[in-house]
């Protein structure tokens, strides 16, 4: 579990405007993942869905610290992620559902969809695959000369796959610009982390190929924010990767058909009542009379309007048709004399 800080923090310096966009930032999530929760009951999101309910402040803080041109890639529980960056709740409902709305054309579902407007490269189903593949996305970034940043999410699970150590080991031999973020949701799937690793820290790990890190309490987002903005400086002045990872808790199971018999409810519930992200900057906006009751009901209602309202887009939305099995399979803009060059 989660462990709480040995001292309460002072509370950063941080604004009104800032603690309501974080906050209706993390609502959104929640609020759509609960949504998500309900349409796959209903038997309208085939396949895997995998909720971020619990983690909102992971990809919130770290938005928080990126700029236009920064790239993201993560594993399946992913719908977080892309809202956070600012895709449409329209489109990614849409998409969940499989419907031709969606930024996949309804072909990618709830684990392989993008964005290349908002520089969103998956949802990746296979564990620890975006890794190296983010890796690149950095490496394509320095190869340009610009000072943008990618962030590469994977988990505690994935945290123990070869491929990722042989990325770090890449990574840092040249320099590239990447932020790691391991988002320590405490289960790999089912299996704790206490059982899966001897090591006292995943970001610790890094120190073998030369790569610095530390560990962040993922369930305040101004102390994700703060330690993202550190990584993010390190990485542009060009002084290669940095590891990040972010302690968090995931109140749902590991998808939609798993019942999460390995942990009690007296555990989750304890998360819930004494860690939540959403709660503690809610706690922020009230006592620093920021917000009051009735702002925070409202904001919660525009939320709630906003889900409803890309449920009822999914929904409406067609399937796509057959025709579609057949696009996006090959590259259609091959320069001339490209097909005989790699026949």
Same mark, same amino acid.
């Given at each position: ?93 849409? =998409? ?20 290349? =407007? ?175 009751? =009735? ?49």
């Amino acid at each position: 579990m989660v462990r709480k800080p040995a001292a309460k923090q002072s509370t950063p310096n941080v604004s009104k405007d800032e603690l309501l966009r974080y906050y209706r930032d993390m609502l959104l999530i929640r609020r759509f993942e609960e949504k998500a929760g309900q349409l796959y009951g209903m038997g309208l999101i085939g396949g895997f869905c995998h909720l971020y309910i619990g983690q909102e402040a992971v990809v919130v803080g770290l938005e928080a610290a990126a700029k236009d041109g920064d790239k993201r890639i993560t594993s399946y529980r992913d719908h977080g992620h892309m809202l956070a960056c600012g895709m449409d709740a329209r489109g990614v409902m849409a =998409e969940l559902t499989g419907r031709i709305g969606g930024y996949s054309k309804g072909k990618g579902g709830s684990m392989h969809m993008f964005s290349r =407007e908002k520089h969103f490269y998956g949802g990746h189903g296979i564990v620890a695959a975006q890794v190296p593949l983010g890796a690149g996305l950095a490496f394509a970034d320095k190869y340009l000369g610009n000072d943008n940043v990618t962030f590469v999410y994977f988990g505690d699970g994935a945290a123990n796959q070869g491929q990722v150590y042989e990325t770090y080991n890449m990574a840092e031999l040249w320099d590239l610009p990447v932020v790691f973020v391991i988002e320590n949701n405490q289960y790999a799937m089912g299996t704790s982390v206490k059982r899966s690793t001897k090591s006292t820290t995943l970001y610790g790990r890094g120190e073998a190929f030369g790569i610095p890190g530390e560990q962040v309490d993922g369930m305040d987002v101004l102390a994700v924010k703060a330690a993202g903005e550190k990584a993010v400086a390190h990485c542009r002045a060009g002084k290669g990767p940095y590891i990040l990872e972010v302690m968090t808790y995931r109140y749902r199971g590991h998808s939609m058909s798993d019942p999460a018999k390995y942990r009690t409810r007296e555990e989750v519930q304890k998360m819930r009542d004494e860690r939540d992200a959403i709660e503690h900057v809610r706690d922020m906006l009230l006592t620093g009379q920021h917000a009051s009751e =009735e702002d925070l009901k409202a904001i919660d209602k525009e939320i709630k309007d906003i889900v409803n309202d890309s449920a009822e887009f999914a929904k409406d939305s067609p399937e796509p048709p057959l025709d579609e099995l057949w696009t996006d399979i090959y590259a259609t803009d091959v320069p001339q004399g490209g097909a005989e060059q790699n026949a």
